[in-house]
């Protein structure tokens, strides 16, 4: 069974500052994907970045990279010069390689970015 | 273009009446998802169609949770005898296809709350 977990139920950052949400994971697999989805109090999923396994390289958008430790299962957020609009719900996600039908979430963390 | 759309936006019910969901998702695409999301948690993965088929229905909560697509298009998400524990948000999503990654696009949720 595949499990997401995220041990950070809140987080807060100053405007222009950088945060680190975390997230592990379980898995037996060896290829997958993993996500970084933002849910504002629109309730609208929208992804921000993803990460396939068998890429060593860290996937970056904008001022979203990821830190992903394979062995380690672990696969965190870094938001860089946080925004008052990054202010949402992030929640971690995982997904089989080759066997998209069903993704697994973890709790999800919610960050307050601050003036 | 249209995004995936989800109706009623908010519902609610009275424990014991039977309440249908509905999903209209990005035309074209053949594979469609409901999540649900409880207060405060993660989405728990309930089902998926490739076009019309849900070959796997073992994530569907309980037995007076149906769901079904006509036309590789619409969805409808139905609980029957509805009971509080089913009071949430129910989150639909649409992708291309699930035999390669496409990337998910969500709506933005019916909320469910049974009295």
């Known amino acids: 069974a595949q499990t997401v977990t995220q041990s950070q139920p809140e987080m807060s950052v100053q405007e222009a500052e950088t945060v680190t949400l975390s997230c592990t994971y379980d898995?037996?697999?060896?290829?997958?994907?993993l996500f970084w989805y933002k849910q504002p109090p629109s309730r609208q999923m929208i992804l921000v970045i993803r990460?396939?396994?068998?890429?060593?390289q860290n996937a970056t958008e904008n001022r979203f990279s990821v830190n992903f430790q394979k062995a380690a299962k672990s696969f965190s957020l870094k938001i860089s010069d946080s925004q008052l609009g990054d202010t949402a719900m992030y929640f971690c996600?995982?997904?089989?390689?080759?066997?998209?039908?069903?993704?697994?979430f973890g709790s999800g963390t919610k960050l307050n970015v601050k003036p | 273009g249209a995004g995936v759309s989800q109706s009623p936006s908010n519902k609610v019910t009275e424990k014991g009446k039977d309440v249908e969901l509905r999903c209209d998702p990005i035309s074209g695409h053949t594979a469609l998802y409901w999540y649900r999301q409880r207060l405060g948690q993660g989405l728990e993965f309930l089902i998926y169609f490739q076009g019309n088929s849900a070959p796997d229905k073992s994530g569907l909560p309980s037995d007076r949770f149906s769901a079904e697509r006509t036309g590789e298009s619409v969805s409808t998400l139905t609980i029957q005898r509805t009971q509080q524990e089913d009071s949430a948000v129910y989150l639909c999503?649409?992708?291309?296809?699930?035999?390669?990654?496409?990337?998910?696009?969500f709506g933005p949720g019916t909320r469910l709350t049974v009295l």
């Open positions: 898995t037996s697999e060896n290829n997958y994907y």
């Open positions: 999503a649409s992708s291309l296809s699930i035999s390669t990654y496409n990337e998910q696009f």
């Open positions: 990460q396939e396994a068998y890429k060593q």
């Open positions: 996600a995982f997904t089989k390689l080759y066997n998209f039908n069903k993704f697994y």
